[in-house]
């Protein structure tokens, strides 16, 4: 088998993981062509946390500074009681997140992650981006692996020595590496708005992220665009008309909050149950193309990040199947993350006893304990 460094690798999707991809492999010297649908690259106006183990990785690719030139590092993570208003525990992140994760915890506007990303991707010679192309197809071939592209000129045909499929949740690259189109209806939808800061009650205090547990609901609220803007997130059952109505028997702050938010988007929630594989040949997944999960753990980007930086490891090292490799550093990884992002819905969303003895042990647990818990997720690092 020709190495995978012989050619460029072929991307597809120009998302958090794509452009995370891209420049992991160029800065280790290995050319790329990505290849994005959408004409122009847009972002979903709304936050992302980036937890440490996908800030160590920005970090090593020099994106710190601009990261916290536009992003905020939050002093902890408030868990809130939402219908009685009560804080539950808050665990300290900040400089604590450093000390212990060894890397920042950062919040940031969508648009200005992928700017970054963007900016960095364009700076790079060895990196050919091309918007407007739909790929339809991904196959290898005799000396590589090839993709097929629709753009506005017509239909085209690229070569490379391998492929990404990049191309989220509803990746059609999955057909190549014989793994289900179709992915799962939760039941569940997140309501997603930006608001002023000032629009905030002071409840929600916007020098950490805040996370309000309710029956069937639960929402997040952090700071973006430098503390000038809140994202907020409400997710709840998918029947219900309108956002506001999740919260409608919660404490008044919870309520005036959601009551705040002018224009909200609706985003349906669909995941995947673990799969068996992440490559096939020259073709593999990463990001939501490989294991789209639940946001309730706020992993699927820094998944996706963390998936890039091990490919291209990987790919760099030329080792007899890179490929074959990163699927055996990633599957149990990623699984583990779906598992976990359902379960904690579940928890998340508990109500009548179940609620008052989840509040309660929350309130009891010493922060240390629930660091702890965390370990697995940010603690991560590419074992090189
Ligand atoms: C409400 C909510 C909150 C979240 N909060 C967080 C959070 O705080 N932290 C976190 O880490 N994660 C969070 N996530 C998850 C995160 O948004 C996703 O997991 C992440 O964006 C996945 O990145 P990706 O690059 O794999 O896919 P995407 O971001 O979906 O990018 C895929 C790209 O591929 C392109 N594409 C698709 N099909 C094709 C094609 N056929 N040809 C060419 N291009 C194509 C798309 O246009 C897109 O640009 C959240 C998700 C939700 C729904």
Redesign the pocket.
Known sequence: MRSLTTGPALI???????LTLALSLARRGVACRL????PV?EETG??????PN?GRVLDALGLGPALDAAGTRPQAVAIMDGPGGRLLKALPLGAEAERRWGAPYRVIHRADLQTILLQAARAEPAIALMLG????EARETASGAALELATASGPQAVEGAWVAG???????IRRAVKLPLAARATGLT?W?TVLPAAAVPAAFELSRVTVALGPGAHFVVYPVRGGREANL?L?GDDQTPRPEELVAGWSRPARDLAGAAGTWTR?P?RDRSPDPRMHRGRIAL????AHAAL?SL???????IEDAAVLARLVAQDGPDPLAAYERARLMRVARLQMRSRRQIGIDHMSGLAARARNLALAAAPASALLAGLDWIYGWRDDA
């Open positions: 597809a999707g120009a998302g958090v993981g794509g290849f994005e649908r959408a690259l709304a936050g992302v946390q980036i937890s996908a192309a739909e790929v339809k990049a191309d989220g949740l509803g990746s059609s997140a997603r997130v997710i985003w929630l990463l990001g939501d193309a946001p706020a992993q699927g980007a820094a998944f996706a």
